[in-house]
């Protein structure tokens, strides 16, 4: 058995399915993806019920998965009533053209209403956080770190959600000195061009967002021995 963390797979169907080969993935082992299912890739819907079939998948909620969550009751409503989808609000609107958000929404509107409720129930008891033990290390998987809580003597029960999705992470930010963190969030080309493609090892801290959806790499941390996996994004390279 081993146990394994990805994160922002944005719709990158065909490298996760790839990854999942190439590290051997079986129903004995346990994979915990830091946050971002859906939105950007070409993806998001099938994706998300590949994930939803394997009970051994775990999904630790992003800012991404947030929004999905939060909108699927509205585009229930939007099957019946179309016109419903005008009047969601601003947020909503900022989700679907300037996040990504617009093939995640067409994807689950084609779905059938069965289905949709599926989704919607599955995304209804989201988790923010683990915390793991793996052998004598502790281990916590979080989407984005901790925002303006990075302090000595915090808590991850104190930190409010909007902290734990949103925020951008420094590449040290992990206060807890005893407790090696796993981010995603920020694609680590963003950190420099040297980091293009690779996971980060910070202070404590792994990120492992290596942007397969802006034509970088998909990357995956194997926690009992920490040992790195890639696959190569079909993606266009985006600057």
Same mark, same amino acid.
């Given at each position: 058995?081993a146990?394994?963390?990805i994160s922002?797979?944005?719709?990158? &169907?065909?490298?996760f399915?790839?990854m999942?080969?190439?590290i051997?993935?079986?129903e004995? $082992?346990?994979?915990?993806?830091?946050?971002?299912?859906?939105?950007?890739?070409?993806?998001?819907?099938?994706?998300?019920? &590949?994930?939803?079939s394997?009970?051994?998948?775990?999904?630790?909620?992003?800012?991404?998965?947030?929004?999905?969550?939060k909108?699927?009751g $509205?585009m229930?409503?939007?099957?019946?009533?179309?016109?419903?989808?005008?009047?969601v609000?601003? /947020?909503?609107?900022?989700?679907?053209?300037?996040?990504?958000?617009?093939i995640?929404? /067409?994807?689950?509107? $084609?779905?059938?209403?069965?289905?949709?409720?599926?989704?919607?129930?599955y995304?209804?008891?989201?988790?923010?956080?683990?915390?793991?033990?793996?052998?004598?290390?502790?281990w916590?998987?979080?989407?984005?770190?901790?925002?303006?809580?990075?302090?000595?003597?915090?808590h991850i029960s104190?930190?409010?959600?909007?902290?734990?999705?949103?925020?951008?992470?420094?590449l040290?930010?992990?206060?807890?000195?005893?407790t090696?963190?796993v981010?995603g969030h920020?694609?680590?080309?963003?950190?420099g061009?040297q980091?293009?493609?690779?996971i980060?090892?910070?202070?404590? &801290?792994?990120?492992i967002?290596?942007?397969?959806?802006?034509?970088?790499?998909?990357g995956c941390?194997?926690?009992? /021995?920490?040992?790195?996996?890639?696959?190569?994004?079909?993606?266009?390279?985006?600057e």
């Open positions: 058995m146990t394994y963390v922002d797979l944005h719709g990158c &169907l065909e490298e399915e790839a999942l080969h190439k051997k993935f079986s004995y $082992d346990e994979l915990y993806i830091a946050g971002d299912i859906c939105d950007r890739g070409r993806y998001p819907i099938p994706l998300l019920r &590949l994930i939803m394997h009970s051994n998948m775990h999904i630790i909620f992003g800012n991404h998965d947030e929004w999905l969550a909108y699927a $509205d229930i409503t939007g099957k019946s009533k179309p016109s419903h989808l005008y009047y609000g601003l /947020d909503f609107m900022t989700w679907i053209h300037y996040n990504g958000g617009l995640t929404m /067409d994807q689950f509107m $084609d779905l059938e209403l069965p289905v949709c409720y599926d989704i919607q129930e995304l209804s008891n989201p988790i923010y956080y683990k915390e793991l033990k793996i052998g004598k290390k502790h916590l998987i979080v989407h984005a770190g901790v925002g303006s809580y990075c302090r000595a003597g915090v104190e930190v409010p959600v909007n902290e734990l999705i949103w925020p951008h992470i420094g040290h930010d992990n206060p807890f000195p005893d090696t963190m981010v920020m694609p680590t080309f963003l950190y061009e980091y293009a493609g690779k980060i090892h910070g202070r404590n &801290l792994y990120h967002d290596c942007g397969c959806v802006f034509g970088r790499r998909l941390l194997r926690l009992e /021995d920490e040992q790195e996996f890639y696959v190569d994004s079909t993606y266009p390279y985006v």
